[in-house]
């Protein structure tokens, strides 16, 4: 009797967990779809080792935006089922979502070491690590990785295959610990050892300068291009230089995380050729940073010294100019106004980026300011846009009677151009004050700066000159010349507004 009533309370605890759990996944079904469910699936007491429960309850957390609650359910259906795909599936994206990143990703290549073929998880792998800017996609390109399966061993996923129960899983166990041991980062590689002399320098190689790799950076797509000449290519057109697979996120970003595992080999097996490409490298960026020969030169408008100048840069030739001059550190370029001879005038002004604002486009907003002028001696390209070799003007400087006469001259061209400029309407004004800032103030010494007093290149700036007929102004020499040419403009300015 005893033996008969213990098996019927078996079978009736049976039935409850059964009924119990298959509940609880029907509610999860009914209310995965709906957004405005805000009430958990909750686990009954008859059936605390259902991992298909805590998986599902930690999805709907995830949903809900309840990440801790979503991230110790998704542990717990890990511990009941260690080497269940989903239940990891769903640890890596809670983790994800508390902006864990690193573990997150080995959560996700721990899946595709147990599912190859798994789409879910190679897409939040790739999605992890490029927010993270780990590199995933260059393993795919050497012969020793030849398989999905070995993203496993681009991380520290050791802890997971410590207490493997071979006895359960002697298959996967054996697969998991082969791939832990294909590539180890740190150069102390376990297994087959590759001779230097088989390494051949063209298989590293970038497709677009046909020079070894440098500062090697990985697309979403699988291939690998120098910095630089990705950033070029993404110029002209967001997609890759070689497949065409859309890299607009990449361009939005505008943050590349260079492929170590790349790095790392070509330091292990081609240490000259790295030194030379090096070499190459620091020379054009020395020659770059030059700022009297082939300086970068932009044509479009003018520009005078202690003048903001802000600039839309959106054709590719303009995009590299100024990418280059940031990262060469000079932070300068020319601004000329073009000729229809010559392609650009033969005097220009300096101008100092301050700050450089980039759309997702691949566009940007340049705020600069004028520093110098100068007289081109040469003109020339380079790479699409136009430089040239240049040297700088400075004013003459007088002493004597000719510096109290200049004084003078000063101080009445200042009060004409103060007044003229207060005699304008007050919207014309505002457009001006908002773009060009305050009319400078007087200098108690007209000649401490080479390039003169700031007022003179503002009243310059604002006044309703066309560019051939401000030209003249950026090449004298003489601040006495240069002030009684803006009394004449602003002489002929009064008189046209009095008619």
Not at 305 to 328: A, D, G, K, Q, S
Not at 351 to 379: M, P, T, W, Y
Request: hydrophobic fraction near 35%; glycine fraction near 4%.
């Amino acid at each position: 009797m005893r033996e008969c009533s213990r098996r019927k309370r078996t079978a009736r605890t049976q039935h409850t967990l059964c009924r119990d759990a298959t509940t609880g996944r029907s509610r999860y079904r009914r209310c995965r779809g709906v957004t405005g469910f805000f009430q958990p699936i909750f686990l009954f007491p008859t059936a605390p080792n259902d991992h298909l429960l805590y998986s599902n309850r930690s999805q709907i957390n995830s949903t809900l935006k309840a990440c801790e609650d979503a991230l110790h359910d998704a542990e717990t259906a890990c511990r009941l089922q260690p080497y269940w795909l989903k239940g990891h599936l769903r640890k890596g994206q809670a983790l994800a979502n508390l902006g864990k990143t690193e573990e997150a990703l080995r959560e996700f290549l721990f899946c595709l070491a147990l599912d190859t073929g798994n789409k879910t998880a190679k897409s939040e792998a790739q999605k992890v690590s490029s927010l993270s800017h780990l590199e995933l996609h260059h393993c795919f390109q050497w012969p020793f990785v030849k398989e999905a399966k070995n993203f496993s061993s681009l991380l520290p996923l050791s802890h997971y295959f410590k207490e493997l129960d071979g006895d359960r899983y002697p298959g996967r166990c054996s697969d998991l610990k082969n791939i832990l041991n294909t590539v180890d980062l740190k150069g102390n590689s376990t297994g087959q050892h590759i001779p230097f002399e088989s390494v051949d320098p063209s298989d590293l190689d970038c497709s677009l300068c046909m020079r070894l790799f440098y500062e090697p950076v990985t697309t979403p797509c699988g291939h690998t291009f120098c910095l630089k000449c990705l950033e070029r290519c993404l110029d002209h057109n967001p997609k890759c230089p070689l497949c065409k697979e859309g890299l607009s996120e990449c361009l939005a970003m505008r943050k590349y995380c260079k492929t170590v595992l790349m790095e790392e080999l070509i330091a292990r097996y081609l240490p000259e050729e790295l030194t030379e490409r090096r070499k190459i490298y620091e020379e054009e960026i020395a020659e770059l940073s030059n700022l009297n020969k082939n300086v970068p030169i932009f044509v479009c408008t003018m520009a005078y010294p202690t003048v903001p100048c802000p600039l839309h840069i959106f054709e590719p030739c303009y995009r590299l100019m100024i990418r280059r001059c940031m990262e060469t550190g000079t932070k300068q370029f020319g601004m000329c106004i073009s000729d229809p001879v010559k392609g650009f005038a033969d005097y220009g002004c300096i101008l100092e980026i301050r700050n450089v604002e980039f759309f997702a486009d691949g566009r940007s907003v340049v705020d600069s300011i004028g520093k110098r002028r100068f007289k081109v001696i040469q003109h020339s390209q380079r790479d699409g846009y136009n430089t040239a070799d240049i040297e700088y003007i400075e004013d003459q400087k007088v002493q004597g009677q000719e510096y109290a006469a200049l004084l003078v001259l000063h101080d009445s061209v200042y009060d004409q151009a103060y007044m003229w400029f207060n005699s304008l309407k007050q919207a014309l004004k505002s457009r001006i004050l908002s773009h060009f800032g305050q009319m400078p103030a007087k200098d108690p010494d007209p000649q401490a700066n080479p390039n003169g007093p700031a007022w003179c290149w503002w009243v310059l700036a604002v006044l309703p000159l066309e560019n051939r007929a401000q030209l003249p102004f950026l090449a004298m020499k003489s601040l006495k010349d240069r002030l009684n040419g803006i009394r004449r403009v602003l002489t002929f300015m009064s008189r046209t507004r009095s008619r």
